[in-house]
């Protein structure tokens, strides 16, 4: 007689939907944890940045779809979150500091015209002025990019985002993907549904709240994006 497979491999993780009793995805966390924790997988700051990376694109795809349905008052408060899990990815990158010379510091010129292109951005959206806060939230990415670089010298050339200082730039790409690559590990493997075993905030959870397997088809999709752009 053929054996039947036994293993109770549940989704590996993008499109969990709705199976599963909560306390199964409670177990598979549980588990996932502690081979998380024999393997001793990357360093403290790391796994931080992992879960800012996964924050971030939870936060992005569940803003653009807000946008998409006219929903502009959760995209504001989708858009208040993501700035929250940036300024902690921020400060994960800082205390990595595996990126050897002179990339502490943000420029605080930089960092001050970003809250400013941020503000401009959501004053945007509220106004339906689409193609301006598209514009913007270049502006941003390139802002955003410079203060991760590190040493992009004096703020006011940001277009062509190539210049600046390239051995910080590669290895912040390099960081980048690295916690891409992990964010997704933590996503297949405890399931959307267990999400705040591994430190995702709660508040950006609650932002997904009724979303479909499509939904984490696509955060999947923007981690895997991120991984393969090293450098």
Known sequence: PKRRRTDGSAGSGAGGGG?????????????AVAARKRRGTGDEGTRISAVCKLELAVLRTRKKEAVENEDFDLALEVKRLEVEALSREREAGGS??????GGGAADPTVAAELEAVRAQKLAAVENEEFGRAAQLRDREKALEQQLQGGGGGSGSSVGGGSGG????????????A???????????????????SVGIASAVLACTEGVDAAFWEAVAAELRAVAAATP
């Open 19 to 31: 199976g599963g009793a909560p306390s199964a995805y409670a177990a598979a966390a549980a588990m």
């Open 96 to 101: 990595g500091g595996s990126g050897g010379g």
């Open 165 to 176: 200082g390239g051995g910080g730039g590669v290895a912040a790409g390099a960081e980048d």
């Open 178 to 196: 690295d916690a891409a690559r992990e964010a997704l590990r933590m996503l297949e493997e405890v399931g959307p549904q267990a999400l705040e």
